[in-house]
């Protein structure tokens, strides 16, 4: 099982980093990673969504059931996919005016051993890049 988790203070509000981690359809614009991204269904609290990632030209979808409270956090869990098993989470805590603190903490693991030592080393290295794109393209937004 691979993980990793990162909490930084921004200089964002709590509802901008949430919005762009909850504009899913906007994840290939700024995610490199990610070929492609639509949302499934969405109802008060909890959105299923289908990601295609793109792991070295190997193209790999997975779908997610996120579950979330507005400007305060979020939870990802796998649905289906190339994953045995795929949990992320983020907090957001509103700290001024122009400030917030995010935690982002991922765990996973890939079904194939053969996709694992072509995907772990991509994903691992997006992962550790999750929170600073997201607070790049919240920056982006924002102006």
Not at 2 to 20: G, K, N
Not at 47 to 61: M, Y
Request: hydrophobic share 45%; aromatic share 12%.
């Amino acid at each position: 099982m691979h993980s990793f988790e990162e909490t930084r203070v921004l200089a964002c509000s709590a509802s901008a980093m949430f919005d762009v981690v909850m504009d899913i359809e906007a994840y290939p614009d700024f995610l490199p990673w990610v070929a492609g991204a639509r949302i499934l269904s969405d109802q008060q609290g909890e959105l299923t969504a289908e990601l295609v990632a793109d792991f070295a030209g190997l193209k790999q979808s997975f779908t997610t059931v996120d579950r979330y409270v507005a400007n305060e956090c979020i939870e990802v869990r796998l649905l289906d996919g190339p994953f045995r098993f795929l949990e992320s989470f983020w907090s957001f805590e509103q700290l001024s005016d122009v400030s917030c603190k995010v935690h982002f903490s991922i765990e996973f693991d890939f079904k194939s051993a053969l996709l694992g030592v072509v995907a772990t080393p991509i994903f691992t290295t997006a992962c550790k890049s999750m929170v600073h794109a997201f607070e790049k393209r919240a920056c982006e937004v924002v102006q």
